[in-house]
């Protein structure tokens, strides 16, 4: 099968102009089909502080009212979403922003409200992978941030390693797909505070070693979650590091055995 | 020939949600091939404000610097291009949010410095024909925003009503495209304070005598000139009015004689 990288990069890798100019060097240099997905959570934070906008959490996680939802859209679908774009043209990469509205690309439904609301948040329900094929077999590169929609004029937030897990998940069929998770730490570590102690290798025991005694916690939970999720569904491999698309890649490799 | 409607939306009429909503919902009921331009000048000249920075003009116009880029570039393509999109999505349109940077679609330079530097804003060289025909071969409705780019990742303010003559002089060859321009006037006006003194209609050389006795002034010389360049360049009619995309228009009909 024709191979395909998935991208997701996150965390303070976007923050800074030219490390964001770097990393897009390196994805442009793949010669295989890909996707981009980019974050932006620090530059939404930003943007709200600098509005006088106090940002409401519960337990560590982000509840996006109307004006939050209106700060997210401006910062990842406009600001970075389409910088980026522009980047990736200027490198030679047919580059496209979506949100998953556009195109109707993944339809999601308001997170069902529990003891907490969170707000216009979306767990994603379809990715709509005959639009996404046919980009794929136009050379189009789809850059896609962490919005998605519900089909009912509502644009909602959306995890951006769900959404890569999501899209990978989906074109599993068609093609060999590496996910790709570049983030400011080296790989997944043995102590958190420790950047040359990245783990080599996770497969789904030792992963679940691994949470049993503490060493994975917290933020990393969701997002190997979502690698493994990919990887049960078709997805060939995973890689979780700082650096490395399409040169040496430096990091922790995931795999079910 | 197939019919093509190409609409811009501009001024106040993308300001108030219901009133956006209710034109978004007209433009959806056309059954032709359409495209979508919007301005968003007003919201962003608000962001700024919030923002505590004071925008620069001369002789009325915007001056883009580097700040006011990243504003445009959250208000026009983030908020109001993605709020449009999932919108039309709810109506049953396909529709794809676009910068000029997405797939290349438009390219500009950044306007020469004669005596005043504009800044990050863009005269248009080039619109991706190509490109354009298969989103309408595909059924996407394209909505653009007020954005280009340079190729060398730099996107770039330009002129929506620009934008909108440009795509349909490219598309000419291919449709028979209606021009609409919709904003808050009800029309060109006898007298500029009065929405009940709209004329009908204005040919070429009207339009060179409603412009020597200053009937025509200011702001509307430039849409005006744009209208007129895009019937030279084989578009089959313009309209110039305040509402009416699939039902009855109330406004001013331009052509060429």
Redesign the interface.
Known sequence: MEKLKIVKIGGNLIDDDQKL?DILQDFSNLNDKKILIHGGGKLASA?ST??GIVPKLHEGRRITDKESL?IV???????I???I???L??FGD????L?G????MIRSHRRIVTNIDYGFVGDIDEVNGEALL?LMN?N?VPVFCA?T?N?????LNTNADTIASALAASLSAHFSVDLIYLFEKGGVLHKPDDDNSVIDNINLSTYEKLKKDGTISSGMIPKLDNAFTALKEGVSSVFVGASGISKERKGTILSLD
Chains 1, 2 share one sequence.
């Open positions: 100019k943007l600098q509005l209106k859209t401006m910062v990842y679908a406009g600001f979403n389409k910088s774009v522009a980047y043209q200027s047919n580059a496209l922003g949100t509205a556009d195109l109707d046919n136009s189009v919005l929609h089909g009912k004029g509502d644009l």
